[in-house]
Structures are given as C-alpha cells and as structure tokens.
C-alpha cells in the first residue's frame, strides 16, 4: 500500500522534510521573473506552456551531469548556476539523485536561496539508487533494499558497476521510488519538485524486468506511484528519460519500443485513481542533435492509429519535449556541415551543430545543456543568443535521409 511506502522514509536518517523550501514554479512566477530580466529590446527566450498549466519556460536548460565529486566542482556549480539563472535565458534547472553522487541535489539547495522558488524550475531522476543515498548505518544500497524495502534482488531490483569500485541499483519498484523521492526533496530542500524523471525508464525496465509483461506491470506501478505523489504535493509533473536508441526514440518494432499513447494511457487511469483531474505525464526527455535526430526524422509513435514522428506525438498529447546532447561529439570542431548558409558557414562545426539542433527544436521543447564551470557557461550563453534558423535554412544544411520533419 502507499501508507507502506510513505513509512519507509522514516528509515532514511536525512534531513527534517517539514523544514523544505515550500511553493513551486507556477504561471505567474515563471513570467514575471523572466519579464524582469529582459529588456524591451531582447529576444524573449521563453515560452509559456498550455501543457503545463502555463509555465513560462526558457527554450535551455542547465543540467549538473558533469563534473568531479569535489568541493571545487560544488563551488565552480555554484557560480555557474547563479549565472545561468540570472542571464533570464535560463529557468530550468535538471539533475538527478544518480548525478555526481547526489552532490549535484546538495548545490542546487545552496543556489536556490538566492532565487524566488516559483520562478525556477528544478527537475531530477529516480530509478537508480546511489550508494550515496542509503542511510548510514546501511553498508550498501542491495543491503538496503532488500532488508529494509523488502525487495528481491534480481526480481524488483539490480545491481550493477558503473566505474571503478562504484555501484548503484536499478530499480522502478514504488518502495524504490519513494525512498529516493524523499531523499532527493530532502537535499534539495525543496517541499515539492517540479519535474521527476524515470531515469532512462523503459531501457532500465528491460534490464531489469527482462519480459516485456513484467516491463508493463513495473511501468504501471511506477507510474501510479507517481500520481501518488503528486497528490500529496511531492511532485507536480513526471516524465521519462530516454537515451539513444532506447526508449520512446528505439526503433518501431524493437523490444525497447514503446508508445508514448500507450504511457499516457496508463497515466490517464492512474490519476483517476488518485483523484487528479489531469496526469502528470508531461515531459519526455530525448537524447536529440544532428546525428541523434531520429525524434524528428522517423514517424515510429503511434497516436489515434497513425503513425507520426515523436516531436508530433509530443505535441499531440501535450508533451513537453526535453531535448539533450543537443552537441554531436562526433564532428570534428573545425568543418562546417553547411557552406551554403552564411551563418552557419561562420561556426566551428561544434558550434554549428549546437545551432542546427537548437534551431529543429526551436520552441517546441526546451533543451537542457550541460556545464560546470563558469567559463563553459558564459560561452554557452552566448550560443543560446544566437537567433534561431528557419526550418528551411535548417534542412538546407542536412543529409537528404535526415531532414527534419516541422510540424
């Protein structure tokens, strides 16, 4: 039951929940702080999004991904975040439980006292499970779950080695879930986080669930534990994380495959048994630049029986897409992909390639970017100041078999 899960957070030894950040991003804090640091005479880089009850959200994002576990990359992230957020080009601020061994959670409660709570919007990850976040008295996090969660190892959860000496456990399981939800609100200090992700979800459920019946119930359960949440003001939106070629953007036919209908579905029948008056699945996080395009290429999701590209599928059921790697790591730096357009022919091909991705999302999502420094953040704030291309000026610049679908 969820009064099962809820008492389990008494075993985490963190912070006092009834001490958080109270409030979230709404409608009108969003604009008016991004209003405020925008002069009449600049490009406004935001949107205000009917999907999620008006949010004004900036076209970039900031994600804490990179990085050493250091007090000198703690503080480099902290000038670097307060830098972005003051620019009033960003507004939108991603992490995860899994990132920089929850010390990237721990610098985002620093900066956000220095910011109005309802003016930003902070997303995180859950579905693995650190070792950093067990309480202390545990000696690692399969202990954990299986004496103190009641899980089964290899059935609910796995474990597996992500560098040397370093494990973490995959997991969907609602107990999983909520223990880490608490954990992450815990060190962010904040009463209800605006964005949780299922970390690479439907990737993570595969390994771990194997049989796509099992794959099924585990996104089900998640998914109502979700709409839990949200009712006791936890959370307000989720969404699923996707990498390449896994997930919403695999191949049609593939057994990673999945619908983004069919998940909404599922949402659908989980808030009504919550007594929401709308799901929350609102944001899908893809991995998408000038290579990684398949979301805007390939007509692989299905919505009232036709088959379209999941940018459409998006837009279709009021998703909010979330792209990420909007650079392509595998051009080299100094050739440009399009001679014919004078902008871009300017551009080092990594910066060329930033501005073909950013121009093909152009104001249907919002694309998170990674930096760690501030150096990396001035010039990445320069590139999100360039003005967008022209769908056609886009697709000028790209292979015949990878022009983007607009729509």
């Not at 220095?114 to 990850?125: E, N």
């Not at 619908?259 to 599922?266: I, Q, S, T």
């Not at 009021?318 to 100094?334: E, G, S």
């Amino acid at each position: 039951s969820m009064d099962y899960y809820v008492s389990i957070f008494v075993l985490a030894n963190v912070a006092c929940i009834s001490s958080l950040l109270p409030g979230h991003a709404t409608k009108e804090g969003t604009k008016r702080y991004l209003d405020s640091l925008q002069t009449a005479n600049k490009t406004h880089y935001y949107k205000s999004w009917s999907a999620v009850d008006g949010l004004s959200l900036t076209r970039f994002g900031t994600g804490t991904y990179m990085g050493d576990t250091t007090d000198a990359i703690d503080n480099s992230y902290l000038l670097s975040l307060g830098l972005a957020l003051k620019s009033g080009v960003i507004n939108v601020v991603d992490t995860s439980i899994s990132y920089r061994e929850t010390r990237s959670l721990a610098v985002i409660a620093k900066v956000m006292h220095h910011f109005p709570r309802d003016a930003i919007v902070i997303s995180s990850k859950l579905g693995k499970i650190p070792e950093e976040c067990i309480p202390a008295d545990e000696s690692n996090a399969m202990r954990f779950l299986t004496k103190s969660l009641g899980l089964v190892a290899n059935q609910d959860f796995k474990r597996i080695k992500y560098k040397k000496n370093k494990y973490l456990c995959q997991s969907l399981h609602p107990a999983a879930l909520n223990y880490t939800l608490h954990f992450s609100r815990s060190k962010l200090n904040l009463e209800t986080i605006d964005v949780i992700y299922l970390h690479s979800a439907l990737k993570l459920a595969h390994y771990v669930y194997e049989t796509r019946e099992r794959v099924i119930k585990a996104l089900e359960g998640a998914i109502d534990y979700l709409e839990y949440a949200r009712s006791q003001g936890w959370i307000r939106y989720y969404g699923l994380s996707s990498g390449d070629d896994e997930g919403l953007i695999a191949k049609l036919g593939t057994p990673q495959h999945m619908h983004l209908e069919d998940l909404v579905a599922m949402a659908e029948k989980a808030c009504q048994r919550h007594g929401q008056a709308r799901h929350g699945l609102r944001f899908a996080m893809i991995y998408f630049n000038t290579r990684m395009n398949r979301a805007s290429v390939e007509a692989s999701q299905r919505v009232k029986g036709k088959l379209v590209t999941l940018f459409e599928a998006m837009g279709q059921l009021d998703v909010v897409p979330v792209p990420i790697r909007l650079f392509d790591p595998t051009l080299k730096k100094r050739q440009s992909p399009c001679s014919s357009n004078a902008v871009v022919s300017n551009l080092n091909t990594f910066e060329a390639s930033f501005l073909l991705s950013a121009s093909a999302v152009a104001d249907r999502g919002i694309s998170v970017i990674g930096q760690e420094n501030v150096i990396h953040t001035q010039s990445n704030l320069q590139q999100m100041q360039l003005p967008l291309l022209p769908p056609e000026a886009v697709n000028e610049c790209m292979p015949a078999s990878s022009k983007f679908v607009f729509g």
